[in-house]
Nanobody, 125 residues
Framework: QVQLVESGGGLVQPGGSLRLSCAAS????????VAWFRQAPGKRREGVSC????????FYGDSVKGRFTISRDDAKNTVYLQMNSLEPESTAIYYC??????????????????WGQGTQVAVSS
């Protein structure tokens, strides 16, 4: 049974940084991509960043380009999201998700087979 466990959330001041981790376990075969989504209070969930497994293609949502960086450590089965220059608008629950098959569209939530429980990020002074 695949499990995704996020960690690294917390409270940070505007302009600060956090690094989120998504540790994956229980997948016997390969996966196609891992993505980070976030959902702010009262808003729909949105795609933040995505990295594919086989060719390492990376995608970023427009609102985080230049500030967030996704990476992975295959030896640890972990995907990271480094978030810099955080803004109050970054406040949300951040989820990681895993997709096991190919898709050309990184932000279609229904294409993701597994989801973590989420980690809260709060940006406030």
């Amino acid at each position: 049974q695949v499990q995704l466990v996020e960690s690294g959330g917390g409270l940070v001041q505007p302009g600060g940084s956090l690094r989120l981790s998504c540790a994956a376990s229980g997948f016997a075969s390969g996966y196609y991509a891992v993505a980070w989504f976030r959902q702010a209070p009262g808003k729909r969930r949105e795609g933040v960043s995505c990295i594919t497994n086989s060719d390492g293609r990376i995608f970023y949502g427009d609102s985080v380009k230049g500030r967030f960086t996704i990476s992975r450590d295959d030896a640890k089965n972990t995907v990271y999201l480094q978030m810099n220059s955080l803004e109050p608008e970054s406040t949300a629950i951040y989820y990681c998700a895993m997709r096991t098959y190919h898709s050309d569209y990184p932000w279609l939530e229904y294409e993701y087979d597994y989801w973590g429980q989420g980690t809260q990020v709060a940006v406030s002074s």
